[in-house]
């Protein structure tokens, strides 16, 4: 007996946007309004601390050239930074991301937009998230 399966797949190009630019010179502006929100589910205990942010000035005006937002943690004694996601910019005027892999402590999450060249922004900070 033969089993017929209808599959479906899709791929994101992240360059597709990028033949109507015109620079990549000056590392872009960064996101703006870049906060954190500690959500508890319903038995009151920690389920995700959610980032939002408002897009770089630079995504859609100016150089237009900003194609990426990373989205980072660190403990907020910490030095070093943990990329939890990498969002493609694709119009919005705001984003936001999820970090469910909660662990306890102090922590601090910032956006950096990022363009085709690849340049940074400086990163934007949140304030401290405490997580017991």
Do not use: H
């Amino acid at each position: 007996m033969d089993v017929v399966r209808t599959t479906s797949m899709s791929t994101k190009l992240l360059n597709a946007g990028l033949l109507g630019q015109s620079t990549c010179g000056s590392p872009p502006l960064p996101a703006r309004n870049v906060a954190a929100a500690l959500e508890l589910d319903a038995g009151g205990a920690p389920s995700v601390v959610r980032v939002t942010w408002d897009a770089s000035l630079e995504e859609t005006a100016g150089e237009k050239d900003v194609s990426l937002y990373l989205v980072q943690r660190r403990p907020t004694a910490g030095l070093v930074w943990e990329t939890l996601s990498n969002l493609p910019a694709n119009g919005s005027a705001s984003y936001s991301a999820d970090d469910r892999a909660l662990a306890s402590g102090s922590w601090t999450y910032a956006v950096v937009a990022q363009d085709c060249s690849p340049a940074n922004s400086t990163p934007v900070l949140t304030f401290s998230i405490v997580i017991p």
